[in-house]
Every structure is written in structure tokens, then in C-alpha cells.
């Protein structure tokens, strides 16, 4: 198994963000999946989660929340073949696109409620199950697809850090170092052919600077003359 397998700690992780959200952003919304009936397999809620996300809006920001307990796990991914086969365990993610947000322990056998609080941070088509028992709580009914839209973007505290870094500033780095030249004057030395040629080829490059700017002066001084003539 190469998915991301993020668990608990995550999950309360985005459940303090979305309490930091609640009543402060009006234009993020929090979706209660399956409403009343919370996040089950038929076997469990007769509900049908397509259904439940049609005709509404997703957009960035945005949190799912997942109303379930720990016998049910809540996997997101945009992967479509591994949404269609169910099967987290033998995902193959090596872009880390498939996310478990949280585990389940079908071995228990004393279940517990839980809620699971999934932040919706990707444009596009998404996509959510429950990979538990081998799949069979996915192909019961446990399954759902929606599209996020941008909408008004995500909000500062959901961006990944390294997208807000601010670019470098010239100021940041130290001045440009003087220019040494490689001399010693207490010991001249004669220099060789390419040394001079080197030489000769800075001192004309110079010379043809300087008399640029010594010809764009003299036609600054002309034109300003030819201007008190004209008075």
C-alpha cells in the first residue's frame, strides 16, 4: 500500500481548523454528509450519498463533515480506478492523491462515534469511501463523487505554506563586491599575449562607453543651443 494514510491525528487537526472557521468565513460552508443519517453502509443507513451531494455546490474551502464511528473509515482520493475498485489497501499513489483521513478498527467490537472533519483543498472531481472489510462497505452504498469549484479560493490557513512564500528581495542580498583586480604592483610582472589581448579588449570596450556618452552629451549641448537661437 503506497496511499497517504493520515488517520486520527488529522482529522482533529482539521476539526480545530473548521471550529477556527465556524462563524468567522460566511462564504465557506461545512456539509454534514448524509445529514441526520451520518456516514454508513446500507447495511447500517438506507442512504444514498450520490444522491445527497447532488445539486449542491462545493467549493474550496469548504469542509465535509463525516457524522460516523470507528468501524467505518473515510478515504479520499482523485484516483477513478481506485474510487471504482474500493480498495485502498492496493492503491498505487505514488502522487500522494489518495487520502485516508481516517481509519477504522473492524476488530473492535465495542464501536465509538466519530467525527471526521475533511477540508475540500483541490478544484475539480473528487472522490470518497470507505475501504474497509476489503471494499464491501464502499460496494454497499458507502461511496460518493463530487466537483469542487474554485469559488473564492482557499483561505490563507488551508494554503500550503511553501505557495505563500514571498519571492527574494534585492535588498536581502549583500552588495555586489568591488571589483579586484588581480595585481600586485610592489612586483610587475610581464604579462603574457592573452593577458594583453584581455586587457586591450576591457580598454576599447571602455573607450567606446565613454565616448557614447561623451557624444550623447555634446548632441544635449547642440540642441539646447539651436533652441536659444531660435529666441
Not at 76 to 95: A, F, H, I, P, V
Not at 96 to 124: F, H, Q, R
Not at 179 to 199: I, Q
Request: proline residues 5%; contains cysteine.
Amino acid at each position: 500500500m503506497e496511499g497517504n494514510r493520515l488517520g486520527l491525528p488529522l482529522a482533529a487537526f482539521a476539526c480545530l481548523l473548521l471550529l477556527c472557521f465556524a462563524g468567522s468565513v460566511s462564504a465557506y460552508k461545512n456539509y454534514t454528509v448524509g445529514d441526520s443519517l451520518g456516514w454508513y453502509d446500507k447495511s447500517e443507513k438506507p442512504v444514498d450519498y450520490q444522491k445527497w451531494a447532488a445539486g449542491k455546490n462545493f467549493s474550496l474551502g469548504d469542509f465535509l463533515i463525516f457524522n460516523t464511528n470507528n468501524n467505518h473509515s473515510v478515504v479520499q482520493t482523485y484516483n477513478l480506478t481506485t474510487y471504482k475498485l474500493c480498495d485502498y489497501d492496493n492503491s498505487n499513489d505514488n502522487d500522494n492523491i489518495t487520502i485516508e483521513w481516517s481509519t477504522a478498527d473492524p476488530s473492535n467490537t465495542a464501536t465509538s462515534p466519530l467525527t471526521v472533519a475533511v477540508p475540500l483543498l483541490k478544484e475539480g472531481t473528487t472522490y470518497f469511501f470507505s475501504g474497509d472489510y476489503d471494499g464491501d462497505q464502499c460496494r454497499d452504498g458507502q461511496h460518493f463523487q463530487i466537483n469542487v469549484a474554485h469559488g473564492k479560493g482557499l483561505p490563507d490557513a488551508l494554503k500550503d505554506p511553501a505557495d505563500q512564500a514571498p519571492a527574494p528581495n534585492a535588498s536581502d542580498y549583500d552588495s555586489t563586491p568591488d571589483t579586484v583586480v588581480p595585481y600586485d604592483f610592489s612586483n610587475p610582472r610581464n604579462g603574457t599575449d592573452d593577458d594583453t589581448d584581455h586587457v586591450k579588449e576591457d580598454s576599447g570596450s571602455i573607450s567606446l562607453l565613454h565616448m557614447k556618452f561623451l557624444d550623447m552629451k555634446l548632441h544635449g549641448i547642440l540642441f539646447l543651443l539651436g533652441i536659444a537661437c531660435m529666441f
